[in-house]
């Protein structure tokens, strides 16, 4: 079946540049998503890709695709402590199932 | 707030107990779903409810038991449980399950089971 593939954990330093990785398996992949889990909350659809897109910027976040290699990334600039959260990576297939396929999750921390 | 409230928000329960988790969803959606939340494990789909009817049962074994009586509420009935079920459990809906990406999360219920 198809996979999502995330690190676990990430910990970045106040002000710097988040990069959290993502790799899938699904050549069939339309959509690609970004979902954040704040402490005590769930998911909440933060971005998505259209899969024929390399790249989509959305204010402090940066969404990059390489379809080649399967990968995904989320960017966040100037990064705040309220980006504190579990973030996930989920793609949706070409198939007619309307399913979405999610990874680990990676929890960013934030170093003061 | 997203709309989607679940109670309990914690549950501790034995093995031979018999517990129902409850979601409520206030956005008029049709579609309404059961997730897990393990550790280090991928978020699972477990069930989804389309205008009440299951549309998809992924391998979920039979001590969990989904009920949805009406497209604003929906139940995970639990009996004999193990404790590898320990998990989060996350309900979500959206307008109907072609929408899928767009489901509203709730804010979960925390199972541990001793």
């Known amino acids: 079946g198809e996979d999502v593939e995330q690190s676990l954990f990430l910990s970045v330093r106040e002000g710097d540049s988040s990069v959290i990785n993502c790799t899938y398996t699904d050549s069939s992949s339309t959509y690609l998503y970004w979902y954040k889990q704040e402490p005590g909350a769930g998911l909440q659809l933060l971005t998505y890709?259209?899969?024929?897109?390399d790249m989509k910027q959305d204010q402090r976040l940066t969404v990059l695709l390489n379809k080649k290699d399967k990968h995904l990334s989320l960017r966040i600039a100037d990064t705040q402590t309220g980006d504190s959260a579990i973030y996930f990576c989920a793609e949706k297939s070409n198939f007619g199932n309307e399913k979405l396929t999610f990874g680990t999750g990676t929890r960013l921390t934030i170093i003061p | 707030e997203t709309g989607v409230t679940q109670t309990p928000r914690h549950l501790v329960m034995g093995m031979t107990n018999k517990k129902s988790l409850k979601c409520e969803q206030h956005l008029g959606h049709n579609a309404m779903y059961w997730y897990k939340q393990s550790a280090k494990k991928p978020l699972e789909l477990m069930f989804v409810y389309n205008f009440k009817e299951q549309t998809e049962n992924n391998s979920v074994p039979s001590r969990f038991s989904p009920e949805c009586p009406n497209s604003s509420h929906l139940f995970l009935h639990l009996h004999t449980l193990q404790p590898e079920d320990s998990a989060l459990y996350l309900c979500?809906?959206?307008?109907?399950?072609?929408?899928?990406?767009?489901?509203?999360f709730g804010p979960g219920t925390r199972l541990t089971v001793l």
């Open positions: 890709i259209f899969s024929n897109m």
């Open positions: 979500a809906s959206s307008q109907d399950e072609r929408e899928i990406d767009t489901q509203y």
